[in-house]
């Protein structure tokens, strides 16, 4: 995530570089304001997840964490969720603006006598484990379940959660306001990364990602956008697309140039009505699915009025973007059209496009940073420009579909989404990676950017400047020693891999190796963990 572009990103001032939530996470910072640099030993790498299981092993019963100290409480284990099925009503500005039921998939790696969801700010009615009746007890952000039997190891259940009540903002010290975010006509979901459990029950971690369908019911003159493709129509009223996008191909890795006759805003692009007034008395409801598993910080309903078009890449990818007509200089025209491009072009570096659809949301909410949520990037109402549309689905493939094991390694998020920035820079006539990598290596000074090892920048840093400069600076410093074919040869062998998982920097560290031929520990430690400015 960005600043200026992703949840978390700190807004940029004019003339400098969009901020996502990976460049978000640095808004949330800015928003925060002026963080102490995280106090770590040189080269620690032992503050990731503590001595405890991870995402299918056995872990204590009634453990309420999964244990990541980047993100105390958040998580569960016990169990491994594989998909959610979130059935809402929104009514922005009403009493209670969400009335949902969660029917949640998993499987038991423990016998689980009780068991835990992460869950803040709302009344829970009913739940149910596999149709009977469950005793349920909430206690700040946890939602304990007591199955009318245990459920024993091994065993795959259905868990049912009926819930209502108003979702609140986070608004964390440390990383800023996140999450539910009113706007002018509807609301902002933008979760990273703790900010999915104020507003469904889950298991609130990377680490347990699940594949999801929604059912959305708004107030007519609205329309919802979620990630993955829509299984009914949109709200036409509402500014929706027209009866559903058609389901598409992964993307060839050398798709057709922009400007093909199938490009978005082209000839065939599908484009909505005129946005019509809301009606109190009638709703439409709409579904959407996402086939590939999703982290739970990366789901978003956001809804509005919206202009929606819907049509292919060049390259074969169903493309769904979606403006509010009211973001100053937003066209939805162009703004569909570079969701397109840089799609393609980024398929060309990094491999297939990992996910069935791509495009994006341009809403009219006060934040200051965009957030990469599945499929489907979210963009406030300060503006993008190419940069941040190339950050924001850069993460698609590296935060996405390969997603981090633990939040200590989000340089794997936000070093790679930078340097996608950079490239495309330069692809479009811009400043060259070389150009940017030098300029960034002249800042002696910098403090933030050389006292912060990006590849543990402790919870206070996570969305430091370091994290994504410097962690571009990293992949650029392997680029060099190991030449552009075997570089370009590394990331795709990685999203490959690790495609629809997740990983940690020791796993890229392994492929990097295998891949080059070449003992790569020292680059990696110099920096990724050490303080002070590498050597070149």
Request: aromatic share 8%; hydrophobic share 35%.
């Amino acid at each position: 995530m960005p600043t200026a572009g992703n949840p978390l990103r700190p807004a940029r001032p004019p003339g400098s570089r969009t901020a996502s939530r990976g460049v978000a996470g640095l808004t949330a910072l800015a928003l925060a304001g002026t963080l102490a640099a995280c106090q770590l030993p040189n080269g620690d790498r032992d503050t990731g997840l503590p001595a405890q299981p991870s995402q299918g092993a056995a872990a204590r019963p009634g453990q309420d964490t999964i244990g990541d100290p980047y993100v105390p409480g958040d998580g569960n284990a016990g169990y491994d969720v594989q998909h959610y099925g979130l059935k809402l009503a929104i009514t922005p500005g009403g009493a209670e603006e969400l009335d949902g039921t969660a029917e949640i998939t998993a499987t038991a790696t423990q016998r689980l006598p009780s068991f835990n969801l992460d869950l803040t700010g709302l009344q829970v009615s009913q739940v149910t484990v596999d149709g009977a009746a469950a005793r349920q007890r909430q206690d700040g952000e946890e939602l304990t379940v007591s199955p009318a039997k245990p459920v024993e190891k091994g065993a795959r259940f259905t868990v049912a959660v009926r819930y209502s009540g108003t979702p609140r903002p986070v608004n964390d010290p440390i990383l800023g306001r996140y999450g539910w975010i009113r706007t002018p006509d509807g609301v902002f979901v933008a979760c990273q990364p703790s900010g999915a459990h104020t507003w469904f029950p889950s298991n609130d971690h990377p680490s347990d990602k699940a594949t999801f369908d929604f059912e959305i019911t708004v107030p007519d003159g609205l329309t919802a956008i979620a990630n993955g493709e829509p299984a009914t129509p949109l709200n036409d009223a509402g500014g929706g697309a027209p009866s559903g996008a058609p389901e598409a191909p992964e993307a060839p890795g050398a798709p057709g140039a922009p400007g093909d006759p199938g490009a978005p805003g082209g000839p065939g692009a599908e484009q909505s009505p005129a946005v019509t007034p809301i009606s109190a008395r009638r709703s439409s409801t709409t579904k959407w699915r996402v086939k590939e598993p999703m982290a739970t910080y990366l789901a978003t309903v956001t809804v509005g009025r919206f202009g929606v078009t819907t049509s292919r890449t060049p390259g074969g990818v169903t493309n769904i973007s979606a403006v509010d007509p009211t973001v100053p200089g937003a066209d939805l025209d162009v703004f569909h059209t570079k969701n397109a491009q840089i799609t393609d072009e980024l398929a060309r570096r990094f491999g297939p496009y990992p996910f069935s659809s791509t495009g994006g949301i341009v809403d009219n909410a006060q934040v200051g940073f965009a957030l990469e949520t599945q499929t489907r990037p979210v963009y406030g109402a300060y503006g993008i420009d190419d940069t941040l549309l190339a950050h924001e689905l850069a993460h698609q493939w590296f935060g996405d579909s390969v997603s981090v094991t633990r939040w200590k390694d989000i340089w794997l998020n936000e070093g790679f989404a930078t340097y996608a920035e950079w490239m495309w820079a330069e692809k479009a006539g811009g400043q060259s990676v070389q150009a940017r990598f030098d300029e960034l290596y002249a800042d002696r000074g910098n403090r933030e950017l050389w006292d912060v090892p990006p590849g543990n920048p402790g919870r206070s840093q996570m969305f430091a400047r370091s994290v994504y400069d410097r962690g571009g600076m990293t992949l650029h410093a392997l680029r060099t020693k190991v030449g552009d074919a075997k570089f370009f040869q590394i990331l795709q062998t990685w999203t490959r891999e690790r495609r629809h998982s997740s990983g940690t920097t020791e796993q890229f560290i392994e492929v990097a190796e295998r891949v080059s031929g070449q003992k790569l520990g020292s680059l990696f430690d110099d920096w990724l963990y050490k303080r002070g400015r590498p050597g070149r």
